[in-house]
């Protein structure tokens, strides 16, 4: 499932229109330069044919779906925090196909209160 979280109005050369900001769900990962660990959820973007109103109406609404990352042709990217440009040649992308795994089921419901696991009595 991904989360609607914002949206952006976006600009062509002959016309405006708005991309929804979706969110997929919690991810642990450890950083490769301190060795700890942080919580992040991957981001993208989905073009609309929605008017802003539209676009405003629908943020907190969840979709079936995933983030996924997809290759694509280099890019430069800028770090905003250090200034570092670095190329990257995959970005996140909105799919329809739900790839999470039975793990990601089970630690989504340990988050949400729901039991993961079924009782069995002995």
Known sequence: MVRIINYKERQTDDKTFYVLEVQGGIQVVKSKTTNQFYATAKK????????????????????????????????????RETGEVITLTERYVYSEVDTSTKEDEAIQKLLSGTPAFEEVGI
């Open 44 to 79: 993208a973007y989905i073009a609309t044919t929605f008017d802003e109103e539209t676009c405003k109406a629908l943020i907190g609404t969840e979709m079936e779906g995933c983030i996924i990352k997809q290759p694509c042709e280099p890019f430069e990217y800028t770090v």
